[in-house]
């Protein structure tokens, strides 16, 4: 079976305990993640074979990181070597009306120093079906941004599908550059392309007219005009999807999908989450159930869209970035199973 490949940054991750404050804690729980590093692990614990490509320091927390990502089953063969540190990110866990926060401290990480010509694209791509990146990536660096489109080129030449998320993140795009400046060349690459009102508003100037995402009640047809508007703007595409959160407060959302196809909406169930446990890392658990979706079941855009929503309402329930699900746990989700019942 072919690879699915990815590429960006993974970071330390230092989150507070039990829904505390940053002045609160007097310690703070270590892990790791990143959107594409996230997206690797779904895959591979589904079983499809996953390449994480990134820059780490050659250090004790990136071998560190290499190994987590190694246990998971994610290859890491593809990392090169340099730079000075590993990116970090704090995390703040909100509950009911109090929002969770995120302080980054990744200025100056390996992957934002990257250079063009360091990755050698034609064996990362060797055997590989599939290249995936995020808009995080190209926002750290103006040289980041210039590798990741040399990724994305040098998939296009080899016909490799390239799918994005837009991830928007207005704390990010510090160098001089906007995202509207950069990102239409590299989503111009792609043929899947997911985000949401945010990022298609922040990015592109594309609006959502009608669109309420406060209250919990989202209308999934509020957002064919925003599809097909990426779809005009960039025709590569052969399916845009966005992705609908409900905000009722930090401990409760709604959360389905839409997907177009140039010519259908597919609208996918609502799931209502009441009680989040960890909702950083559920986009790149919609992109990694939608990317194992549209592999596993092809021509069936509908079960991929379900699937990756199922998905990524099961993240919600874990902590951490990752989403250490199975796929028979996602499909009993689809089937209705939502009870929580034991499994003994």
Not at 21 to 32: D, P
Not at 151 to 167: E, H, Q
């Amino acid at each position: 079976m072919k690879k699915v490949v990815t590429f960006g940054e993974i970071m330390l991750r230092l989150a507070t305990p039990d829904h505390q404050r940053f002045v609160q804690s007097t310690h703070l729980e270590a892990t790791f993640g990143g959107g594409e590093a996230n997206v690797a692990v779904s895959l591979a614990n589904y079983g499809l074979p996953a390449t994480f490509v990134t820059r780490l320091p050659d250090n004790d927390i990136a071998r560190a990181a290499m190994a987590n990502l190694r246990k998971l089953q994610v290859d890491t063969t593809q990392i090169i070597s340099g730079g000075e540190r590993l990116g970090i990110y704090f995390l703040e866990t909100g509950a009911v009306a109090r929002p969770s926060k995120v302080v980054y401290d990744r200025s100056g990480s390996s992957i934002s120093t990257i250079q063009p010509g360091m990755i050698n694209w034609n064996d990362v791509f060797k055997d590989a079906q599939w290249f995936h990146w995020t808009g995080i990536t190209p926002a750290l660096s103006e040289s980041t941004a210039k590798v990741c489109l040399e990724g994305i080129k040098a998939a296009n030449a080899l016909g490799i599908t390239v799918s994005t998320d837009l991830n928007y993140r207005k704390n990010l795009w510090k160098y001089g550059k906007k995202a509207s400046e950069i990102m239409p060349e590299l989503v111009e690459g792609c043929d899947i392309i997911l985000g949401n009102e945010e990022d298609a508003e922040k990015v592109f100037g594309i609006h959502a007219e009608g669109a309420d995402v406060h209250g919990g009640k989202v209308d999934a047809g509020a957002y064919e005009s925003v599809c097909r508007q990426l779809s005009a703007k960039f025709p590569r595409a052969k399916k845009i999807i966005i992705t609908l959160r409900g905000s009722i407060n930090a401990d409760h959302n709604t959360w389905s999908g839409t997907l177009f196809d140039g010519k259908k909406m597919y609208v996918s169930p609502t799931y209502d989450i009441t009680h989040i446990v960890d909702r950083v890392g559920g986009g790149d658990s919609f992109m990694g159930g939608l990317i194992y979706g549209l592999i596993t079941y092809p021509g069936d855009d509908q079960k991929a869209l379900n699937f990756a929503v199922a998905a990524s309402c099961l993240k919600h329930t874990i902590h951490g970035d990752f989403n250490m699900v199975t796929v028979e746990e996602v499909l009993n989700l689809m089937k209705g199973d939502g009870s929580g019942r034991v499994q003994r």
